[in-house]
C-alpha cells in the first residue's frame, strides 16, 4: 500500500541565493541563482516490527533499496550522525552522509555530489502501525535548478521512490 503527500512540493529557495563573502565586502553581490526545492513523500506499511526494519534500513544494502543510492560499499551499517559512505546517484559519485539518528524512529542522510551541483536528502520515518506491521515515510528534498525540465525530475523521482519503497519492503519482509 502507497500513498503520496504532496507529491510535488515546489518551493523556491530564497535561502539559495547566497552571497559570497568578497562581494559583500565590496557591496555588490557575486552571481545570484535562483533554485527550486522538491519534496516528495511516500509510504509502504511493512509487515515486520519497527526493530526488524530499523535493521534492515541501517544496512548499506536496505539503505540504498530505500533511497536509491547505488555504489554504497556492502556489509556496512549506520551507527551514528557522521556515518560516511561513498555512493551514486544518478549520474554522480559522491558521499552519503548520517545527519541524524534516532534509533528505531527515524534516520536522515544526505547525498552531497563531489559536483556540489544540488542539495539532496532522504529522511525515512518509521512508526509500528496497529496493523502490527511498521508504517515506513520516505520524504525525498532535493534543489533542482532547470526550471525547464524540473516538472519531469520530480515526476521520475516519484515513480522511483515508488519502485525503491516497494524493494525495501521485499527485502524487509523476507524470511
Known amino acids: 500500500m502507497f500513498r503520496r503527500n504532496a507529491l510535488l512540493a515546489l518551493v ?6 547566497l552571497v559570497a563573502a568578497a562581494a ?6 557575486s552571481a545570484i541563482t535562483k533554485s527550486t526545492l522538491v519534496k516528495i513523500q511516500a509510504q509502504v506499511l511493512i509487515k515486520a516490527t519497527p526493530a ?3 535493521q534492515v534500513l541501517t544496512t548499506t544494502e536496505g539503505l540504498g533499496k530505500i533511497t536509491g ?30 545527519v541524524f539518528l534516532m534509533k528505531e524512529k527515524e534516520l536522515r542522510v544526505s547525498f552531497e555530489p563531489q559536483t556540489a551541483a544540488y542539495l539532496c536528502q532522504h529522511r ?16 525525498d528534498r532535493y534543489t533542482d535548478d532547470k ?6 525530475t520530480a515526476a521520475t523521482v516519484a515513480t522511483d521512490l515508488t519502485a525503491q519503497l516497494d524493494a525495501f519492503r521485499v527485502a524487509v519482509e523476507m524470511p
Not at 559583500?24 to 553581490?29: F, I, L
Not at 556515518?83 to 552522509?97: E, I, K, L, Q
Not at 518509521?126 to 520516505?138: E, L, W
Open 124 to 139: 525515512v520515518v518509521i512508526a509500528a502501525d496497529p496493523s502490527n506491521g511498521t508504517m515506513v515515510t520516505v520524504y
Open 24 to 29: 559583500v565586502q565590496a557591496g555588490r553581490p
Open 52 to 54: 526488524h526494519v530499523w
Open 147 to 152: 526550471t525547464d525540465t524540473v516538472d519531469k
Open 69 to 98: 543510492i547505488k555504489n554504497m560499499e556492502t556489509g556496512k551499517t549506520v551507527t551514528k550522525v557522521g556515518d560516511v559512505f561513498n555512493g551514486a546517484a544518478w549520474t554522480d559519485t559522491g558521499a552519503v552522509n548520517c
Open 12 to 17: 523556491p529557495l530564497a535561502a539559495l541565493t
